[in-house]
């Protein structure tokens, strides 16, 4: 099973700011989250990461084993890094929205995310058939894996949500990908009003 976890909140997602390539570590809240993960899959699973922080934090709480994949980085904003997501212009979120080889001036476009996140999939598909991985990543590669999921277009994407700290499960045995499950969170109740 391919198993795609969302890492931990940060002040920058409590103030709802684009990260992109921008590195905090997890808040207090992040850290609980990171450890609500890592009873939800299972504890012999191989663990990969993004190479930022924050999912360096939240694979550290599954395992001190962790792997980095440079590809499971979150897209790059470009300008709008550390921008708050309320103060995007409108024309920038449709011409995002409508062409998905876009890209702000300075950063990625869905295609290119798409093919990176898409090849790090195929090339761990055969071994998730008989052995759990974790990938911990960001709210854009894993609407990527979503995609590559449902064998859809990574347009799909606008039309989807990622909670924080939540996990998608796809099956690989078989002839197909399957989504087994998307924004779980049931590992997440109790966490934030411990907070």
């Known amino acids: 099973m391919l198993i795609v976890a969302r890492h931990g909140r940060t002040p920058a997602n409590a103030a709802g700011q684009l990260l992109g390539r921008l590195d905090p570590g997890l808040d207090d809240l992040g850290r609980a989250q990171a450890a609500a993960i890592a009873t939800a899959v299972p504890s012999d699973a191989r663990v990969i990461s993004s ?6 934090e939240t694979a550290a709480a599954i395992t001190a084993d962790i792997e980095i994949d ?3 980085i979150e897209i790059a904003y470009g300008e709008l890094e550390g921008v708050p997501v ?3 212009p409108a024309e920038t979120w449709r011409a995002w929205r409508s062409d998905s080889g876009w890209a702000p001036p300075g950063g990625e476009s869905h295609d290119q995310l798409a093919a990176r996140v898409w090849s790090v999939l195929d090339e761990h598909a055969a071994e998730a058939a008989d052995r759990d991985i974790v990938l911990v990543s960001h709210v ?3 609407k990527a894996a979503l995609a590559w999921a449902l064998g859809v277009g990574i347009e799909v994407s606008w039309r989807s949500f990622v909670a924080q700290a939540s996990i998608l499960r796809i099956a690989t045995a078989g002839p197909t990908p399957s989504l087994q499950s998307h924004n779980e969170v049931h590992h997440l109740l109790g966490v934030d009003a411990a907070q």
Do not use: K
């Open 51 to 56: 190479p930022l922080r924050r999912c360096r």
């Open 70 to 72: 440079d590809r499971l």
């Open 86 to 88: 309320s103060d995007v």
């Open 140 to 142: 854009s590669p894993i």
